[in-house]
């Protein structure tokens, strides 16, 4: 199993910038891919980006894509989301997710452990 803690939410004004952090624990030797959801009151959770752990290749949602960038750090099994140029819409509850072997990147079914969550408000 691979335990992930989210920090790094909070308030933003539009237009403003953001990053959060994942801190994967346990098997963190079986990571093939650390990814990032997000999930708007009300609606589904969706993909938003995701880095192979070993290749580092990156992969983004359209909807992010120019505005946020993923990053890791392999040695502190730590995953990063910088998010700029921040709209209203971009506000939700992002996880944190760790897939252990190849899928569709962005399925949820692809991952098997998730963390808790961190909130990420725009002000308009």
């Known amino acids: 199993q691979v335990q992930l803690v989210e920090s790094g939410g909070g308030l933003v004004q539009a237009g403003g910038s953001l990053s959060l952090t994942c801190a994967a624990s346990?098997?963190?030797?079986?990571?093939?891919?650390m990814g990032w959801f997000r999930q708007a009151p009300g609606k589904e959770r969706t993909f938003v980006a995701t880095?192979?752990?070993?290749?580092?290749?990156?992969y983004y949602a359209d909807s992010v894509k120019g505005r946020v960038t993923i990053s890791r750090d392999s040695a502190k099994n730590t995953v990063f989301l910088h998010m700029n140029s921040l709209k209203p819409e971009d506000t939700a509850v992002y996880y944190c997710?760790?897939?252990?072997?190849?899928?569709?990147?962005?399925?949820?079914?692809?991952?098997?452990?998730w963390g808790q969550g961190t909130q990420v408000t725009v002000s308009s």
């Open positions: 346990g098997r963190t030797n079986s990571i093939y891919t």
């Open positions: 880095t192979m752990w070993s290749r580092g290749s990156t």
């Open positions: 997710a760790a897939g252990l072997r190849p899928g569709l990147i962005h399925l949820i079914n692809t991952y098997n452990s």
